[in-house]
């Protein structure tokens, strides 16, 4: 059912006798028929039609395309230049003779030959010991003009393309090739009057200045009655406002940090790159190790290595490896190298920073804990980042226990607001025993938050800590999962404007 035309605004009404020209229209050109002033005019009032039922509002990508370095447009192809060459030495040539002739890099030089094979304007054949790059009928006849992919490219010296105007095959093509062509996307709206629409255009408009609100001015002059008053109605939709907000993570970091300091704890922090032997040796994680393998752990290029602790420190930390040192341990019993445990890494957790605090502060009760970053070689996928964050904690005191532990997390777990969690029994080469908490998804899935156990004394003993050691490891990410009801970790860094502004603060 059309509006009456009394409670439609003075755009809208312009937005409205525009169209009835042109329908569908594109607001630039509706801003033209209609002589507005700015883009933006036509789209508030355009919004208000659509919730109105007078228009509809389409939006499509248009994908558009341009050449990525100018110097294609008067450059010839790699391909089309080794034909050339090709061709001066009557067609045929063994392949290092090519190369040489062609003057290419041996990038440029595998490129040009592998489209020249692909278009079908040569052939290569290996006989004898060596190769021979000939000619063929085709690459004969593409020397008379140029090609379908060359064409766009010159058409694209002169400007941009759409996705439309270019043949999908040959766009594939110069896609898959590097600084050829750049894309770039841009929203396309087309504006059109509805049924309801166009009655209310029939039904005729009168075009009135309008004004929002009575000024003495207008009052004194009389000017009143000239004008349009601009109608409200109360009932109609108002577009919600929403808040500046702190991101989630955040809030839950600093969520975090009141539990712990409320809890006793004491804020630490640490460097991201650390000696492999804070990140592994001191943690009695030996140096053959899986998880040390560059397939795992990022390493840092850096020269000279990172320094290691005291001397001393460094002995008992090789003699528990070697041999178990004065633990009542057999070590790992290998020759412990101290040039491997010189290598700078990114830490791949938070523990080397909790242990480095233990080691300058043995003497018992000490509880601290970190909020920090951590990077590994792990693939992206619902659950996993290569680069996250962890939860640390260490308490050293007499009784340190497992059944404290347990305690601990879960009392934090509920202070934090996750009530669903369960430990199952886990290793790690430092702890023992060792645990995993997991938290329950909506989806029905548990999914392991992280680490957990009593430090070993292979781990204890060398820096000569005066009581035992209960430490923990939680993934960040994985524990906001649980309590917010994702089911991919990705979507905690997809900014998801509609997602950030509509859920609740966290408290």
């Known amino acids: 059912m059309a509006a009456p035309s009394e409670s439609l605004s003075y755009l809208e009404k312009k937005v409205l006798l525009a169209l009835k020209e042109k329908s569908p229209a594109i607001p630039e050109e509706i801003v033209k028929l209609g002589g507005f ?17 007078l228009v509809t509002m389409k939006e499509r990508v248009v994908r558009r395309y341009r050449l990525a370095k100018k110097v294609w447009g008067t450059k010839a192809l790699p391909e089309r230049r080794l034909l050339k060459e090709l061709r001066k030495v009557h067609g045929k040539s063994d392949l290092e003779a090519l190369r040489k002739r062609a003057k290419m890099t041996p990038e440029e ?8 094979r692909k278009k ?20 004969d006849a593409a020397l008379e003009g140029k090609g379908r992919d060359e064409e766009v490219i010159s058409r694209l010296a002169k400007g941009e393309l759409t996705e439309e105007e270019v043949d999908p095959a040959v766009l594939k093509d110069l896609r898959s090739r590097r600084e050829i062509v750049a894309e770039r996307e841009s929203v396309r709206r087309e504006i059109a009057l509805t049924e309801a629409g166009r009655k209310a255009v029939a039904s005729g408009l009168e075009l009135k200045e309008e004004v929002a609100q009575l000024t003495p001015d207008l009052l004194r002059s009389g000017k009143w009655r000239e ?15 929403h808040p500046g907000k702190v991101h989630i993570l955040t809030e839950y970091i600093e969520k975090i940090r009141r539990i712990f300091i409320g809890m006793g704890f004491t804020e630490i922090a640490g460097d991201w790159v650390v000696p492999a032997f804070w990140n592994f040796d001191a943690l009695f994680q030996p140096q053959d190790h899986p998880a040390r393998d560059v397939l795992d752990t990022l390493y840092v290029d850096a020269k000279p290595r990172m320094g290691l602790p005291d001397e001393e420190v460094v002995r008992r930390v090789a003699e528990v490896h070697e041999t178990g040192g004065r633990t009542g341990s057999e070590g790992w019993r290998y020759a ?31 509880k601290a804990f970190i909020i920090g970053r951590e990077f590994r070689r792990d693939a992206l996928d619902w659950k996993h980042l290569p680069e996250f964050h962890q939860i640390e904690g260490v308490v050293m005191e007499e009784g340190a226990s497992l059944s404290m532990l347990l305690g601990m997390i879960a009392e934090f777990y509920r202070r ?61 990410e994985r524990t906001v999962m649980a309590i917010e009801g994702l089911t991919d970790i990705r979507q905690l860094y997809l900014s998801d404007i509609d997602w950030l502004r509509n859920r609740k603060v966290v408290r």
Not at 38 to 51: K, Q, T
Not at 453 to 473: S, Y
């Open 37 to 53: 002033k700015e883009l933006v005019e036509v789209m508030n009032a355009a919004s208000w039609l659509v919730s109105k039922g």
């Open 109 to 116: 030089f595998s490129i040009a030959l592998g489209w020249m």
């Open 120 to 139: 079908g304007w040569a052939t290569v054949e290996r006989s004898g010991g060596g190769t021979t790059v000939a000619v063929t009928e085709k690459g």
């Open 227 to 241: 004008v349009e008053i601009r109608p409200y109605d109360v009932r109609t939709f108002a577009p919600a406002i």
């Open 336 to 366: 412990w190298d101290r040039a491997e445990a010189e290598r700078p890494v990114l830490r791949s957790h938070t523990t080397p920073i909790t242990l480095k605090y233990l080691a300058d502060h043995p003497v018992p009760p000490q």
């Open 416 to 476: 934090l607001g996750l009530e669903r969690v369960k430990f199952r029994p886990g290793y790690f080469p430092y702890t023992e025993p060792s645990m995993e908490p997991e938290g329950l998804l909506p989806d029905g899935r548990w999914v392991e938050l992280g680490g957990s156990g009593v430090f070993r004394v292979e781990v204890t003993q060398p820096f000569e800590l005066g009581a035992p050691v209960i430490a923990w490891g939680l993934g960040l």
